[in-house]
């Protein structure tokens, strides 16, 4: 990866910095191109040349998609929260993010329904640009296995049948309307209420969205003999009754039981490969039948896959007992 790869991930997670702690003065492109060294037009023309968008674009959808969430989330008044990111007036945020979302933020709070925001641009994710993994330096946790009771519980994605990992599922998906990696990543994080959300802001790190894969006869075989079709989504409560994006579909899930394969917090660029490494190693070699349960292939049933560098790597798969 070339430095301005590296240059527009640290623009990026700046900007996200300055939003959430309301630092509009350091939020302007002259402030970025004086701390790296650039000039405005040369940061400019690198952030469009490698983002696909205007760094003010970015930069006024991306204050929007935290602005969304506080709409959606507290019950501040609506003025408070366009002064707090920026907007001159309550008539300039609603304009704003009418444009961005065809709703006013008052329609909204009334009625939150799915939207598509703008999540943080990745350009060292190393799934999305196939080369599996960045760096191979080794890690000093272990993989930790237990098992764990999920209550039942909806799950809203999409899915595919012919797929084979993260990347070749995005780009499969890139090929139908609507099913974009930004689109659906954006449509996510407008979900109120996803289980698994703990208020991050990058699409799956912390914000609730996880891969997944689902038995179905339909599927592609996986390395576990299993036919498998591959998904992207949010787990939500039993009892959601929110919009349904008609691009997604969403399914019930009943309490059961599953084995996890845990490893802890790691550096993405640096230790990747090695944890993946692990789990599958400790996946591979794990006993089942001295543990008295077995891979549950039932039809339906789920096997959830958490890829979160700040907090954990984990595979959580369904099983039952022998």
């Not at 394969?261 to 090695?274: A, M």
Request: with cysteine.
């Amino acid at each position: 990866m070339g430095e301005w790869e590296r240059l527009v991930q640290i623009i990026v997670e700046e900007i996200d910095e300055c939003i959430k702690k309301r630092n509009d003065e350091t939020l302007t492109l002259s402030c970025l191109a004086q701390k790296l060294g650039y000039s405005e037009f040369y940061i400019s023309r690198k952030f469009r040349e490698i983002s696909g968008m205007h760094f003010r674009d970015y930069l006024r959808l991306r204050t929007l998609a935290f602005a969304l969430k506080e709409v959606r989330d507290t019950s501040r008044g609506l003025l408070e929260i366009a002064l707090d990111h920026g907007f001159s007036s309550h008539e300039a945020f609603s304009r704003s993010f009418k444009e961005a979302y065809g709703i006013t933020p008052g329609e909204y709070r009334s009625d939150p329904v799915p939207v598509v925001l703008r999540t943080i641009i990745k350009p060292f994710d190393c799934y999305l640009i196939s080369i599996g993994g960045i760096g191979m330096a080794n890690t000093e946790n272990d993989v930790k296995v237990y098992f764990v009771t999920i209550p039942a519980h909806k799950y809203l994605h999409i899915r595919n049948y012919e797929s084979n990992g993260y990347w070749d599922f995005w780009q499969k998906q890139s090929k139908i309307p609507g099913q974009d990696c930004a689109t659906i990543c954006g449509l996510l994080d407008s979900i109120k209420g996803k289980l698994d959300d703990m208020g991050g802001t990058d699409a799956n790190s912390g914000s609730g969205q996880i891969m997944a894969f689902i038995n179905e006869p339909t599927g592609r075989i996986c390395c576990w003999g299993i036919p498998l079709a591959e998904s992207y989504g949010v787990r939500l409560p039993a009892d959601y009754s929110g919009e349904i994006p008609e691009q997604m579909q969403i399914m019930d899930v009943p309490e059961g039981e599953y084995i996890v394969f845990e490893h802890g917090p790691f550096d993405y660029q640096t230790q990747n490969c090695n944890v993946e490494r692990k789990i599958e190693e400790a996946m591979k070699s794990f006993d089942y039948a001295e543990s008295g349960y077995c891979l549950d292939t039932t039809q339906g049933r789920v096997f959830y896959f958490y890829h979160d560098p700040e907090r954990f790597w984990k595979f959580v798969r369904p099983v039952k007992k022998l």
